[in-house]
């Protein structure tokens, strides 16, 4: 894995969580950077990130979340909500002796971020959302609205199924990947691609296989992505769509509001988060810093890790160095 750190093993709670260190604070002058990847993706989703964090002298530490990579995978769907997650990030602060962490997010990670500055203030010391803003409870149960606007093939409805979906891109994690991992289209052909483009399965089992070109991310790369998935399975991630709902019911009456000084770097061709869902974040988030980087897909940290790692360090010197 190049020089991505080793991983370390330790017990958060009741769960054994793999942990990536990069330490460039010895001294403790900052709070530590907790970073929190997506969906599908482990800690080495922050390759090109751990190591340039740590140099600006900070110390970062990136996981695998529950039922991901290297940690352990429990198989039980109820345990991968959001109260319990969040309760995991609070036991590794305690496994590590860290009262208030940064906690830096991508895609499923940027919304498990957010939540934890909901949940448990008084452990976040600041927020960094890459892609995922932070939205107002809807109305609605978030499925019957995903239904309703792109039909039942959306990936969010499709992987409510129990045992299908993994089971489906377990039978070809290199495909998956290399499917997955592809560059953005340009805004001008997103009206023509969606919905058809949210059918996950069903473009893994259909679609063209996609030319070298373009993937995005190295081919040694992908291979580790592939061989994690291989070892973990992938009913980790699927578990955390299927609490989409609970998730939403769990917020009912919650104060929503993230006071923690807080970070929003979205990404121009993000076709699954697109930058102008964050236009209201302001109403929930008072102390937010906003940003857009041009010619750039959901996959940021693969994509455009110089300007993303740009933002980052300078909104953290700003903010948190001593």
Same mark, same amino acid.
């Given at each position: 894995m190049d020089d991505f750190?080793?991983?370390?093993?330790?017990?958060?709670?009741?769960?054994?969580?793999a942990i990536y260190e990069s330490n460039g604070d010895h001294e403790g002058r900052s709070p530590p950077i907790v970073l929190v990847h997506?969906?599908?993706?482990?800690?080495?989703?922050?390759?090109?990130?751990?190591?340039?964090?740590?140099a600006e002298g900070f110390r970062v530490i990136a996981f695998d979340l529950k039922g991901f990579g290297n940690s352990d995978a429990p198989k039980d769907s109820a345990l991968y909500d959001a109260t319990h997650i969040t309760a995991d990030f609070c036991a590794l602060l305690d496994a590590l002796s860290i009262e208030r962490a940064i906690f830096c997010g991508h895609d499923w990670g940027g919304a498990l971020v957010w939540t934890m500055a909901q949940r448990h203030p008084e452990r976040v010391a600041g927020v960094i959302g890459l892609c995922t803003p932070v939205l107002p409870r809807p109305p609605a149960p978030p499925l019957a609205i995903v239904k309703k606007r792109f039909g039942e093939k959306h990936y969010f409805v499709q992987f409510q199924e129990p045992k299908v979906p993994e089971k489906l891109f377990e039978t070809d994690p290199d495909r998956f990947f290399r499917l997955m991992f592809q560059r953005p289209p340009p805004r001008e052909r997103w009206a023509a691609l969606v919905p058809r483009v949210y059918d996950l399965p069903g473009r893994f089992e259909n679609a063209p296989p996609p030319s070298d070109d373009d993937i995005i991310i190295p081919a040694a790369d992908i291979q580790i992505y592939a061989n994690a998935f291989r070892k973990s399975g992938f009913h980790g991630g699927m578990n955390i769509y299927r609490n989409i709902d609970r998730n939403w019911e769990d917020m009912k009456g919650r104060d929503e509001t993230v006071?923690?000084? /807080?970070?929003?770097?979205?990404? =121009? +061709?993000?076709?699954? !988060?697109?930058?102008? /869902?964050?236009?209201?974040?302001? =109403? +929930?988030?008072?102390? !937010?810093?906003?940003?857009?980087i041009q010619g750039c897909g959901?996959?940021?940290?693969?994509?455009?890790?110089?300007?993303?790692n740009a933002l980052i360090i300078d909104w953290l010197k700003r903010r948190f160095s001593a």
């Open positions: 750190p080793a991983p370390q093993m330790i017990a958060a709670g009741d769960t054994n969580l997506g969906w599908p993706e482990i800690a080495f989703a922050w390759k090109n990130q751990i190591h340039t964090l740590a006071r923690a000084p /807080s970070l929003w770097i979205g990404a =121009e +061709l993000d076709l699954f !988060l697109p930058p102008e /869902s964050a236009e209201k974040m302001v =109403e +929930l988030v008072p102390d !937010l810093e906003k940003h857009v959901h996959w940021m940290m693969w994509e455009k890790p110089d300007e993303a």
